[in-house]
């Protein structure tokens, strides 16, 4: 696709409940991360896909967070039995992975989740 | 490990030009990118700066001493549509861009 996309744009949930976000990059893109940007602070790294390799998943909080990638295009974020403290921006953003980290990143406009 | 310091806001006159600092503290220096965020939105590719001194892109500029640790973002004859979040970050390790908070930038007539 032209850009990014990221869906739902808005999840409202309640406590306890699980959620998938879904990030959909773009086309050729092999590397693929998930971020999480809370009110007033930065982007906090999640996860990060690239081609067939073993994800980095350093930056997932808690085991109640997974993420997965299907054939090397769209993932999904998977929040189990969610807390409040995980109202937050995802964010999600790819690159040619040319150059690792280096490679500038294309974010999707997220996913505002708010769990009451 | 990693840190960055940002001024968290700025008010500037449209017009004008305002200066973004930012410090770092990295490991292994690969480069220091600045995005955009405008309220509500994805944040774009501003720059990257690999090696010191000024590299000029129209109305926007970066700087980067390697030596100091420190980076600026230059934006010159502001426009409202500046408004918004402007985010340092370095990458660490192979995977990872680490971001700092973002300094809020406010345009005022």
């Known amino acids: 696709g032209a850009g990014v996309s990221q869906s739902p744009s808005n999840k409202v949930t309640e406590k306890g409940k699980d959620v998938e976000l879904r990030c959909d990059p773009i086309s050729g893109h092999t590397a693929l991360y998930w971020y999480r940007q809370s009110l007033g602070q930065g982007l906090e790294f999640l996860i990060y896909f690239q081609g067939n390799s073993a994800p980095d998943k350093s930056g997932l909080p808690s085991d109640r967070f997974s993420a997965e990638r299907t054939g090397g295009s769209v993932s999904t974020l998977t929040i189990q039995r969610t807390q409040q403290e995980d109202s937050a921006v995802y964010l999600c953003?790819?690159?040619?992975?040319?150059?690792?980290?280096?490679?500038?990143?294309?974010f999707g406009s997220g996913t505002q989740l708010s769990v009451l | 490990g990693q840190n960055i310091d940002q001024p968290t806001e700025m008010t500037a006159t449209e017009g004008a030009i305002v200066q973004i600092n930012c410090t770092y503290q990295t490991s292994g220096f690969n480069g220091l990118f600045w995005y955009q965020q405008h309220a509500g939105e994805a944040p774009t590719f501003l720059s990257y700066n690999v090696l010191d001194g000024l590299e000029e892109k129209g109305r926007f500029s970066s700087f980067l001493s390697r030596s100091k640790g420190y980076s600026y973002l230059l934006l010159k004859e502001l426009q409202m549509k500046d408004s918004a979040s402007y985010l340092c970050a370095v990458p660490t390790g192979a995977n990872n861009l680490f971001f700092g908070t973002g300094t809020r930038l406010t345009v005022i007539p």
């Open positions: 953003a790819s690159s040619r992975q040319a150059q690792g980290a280096r490679e500038k990143l294309f």
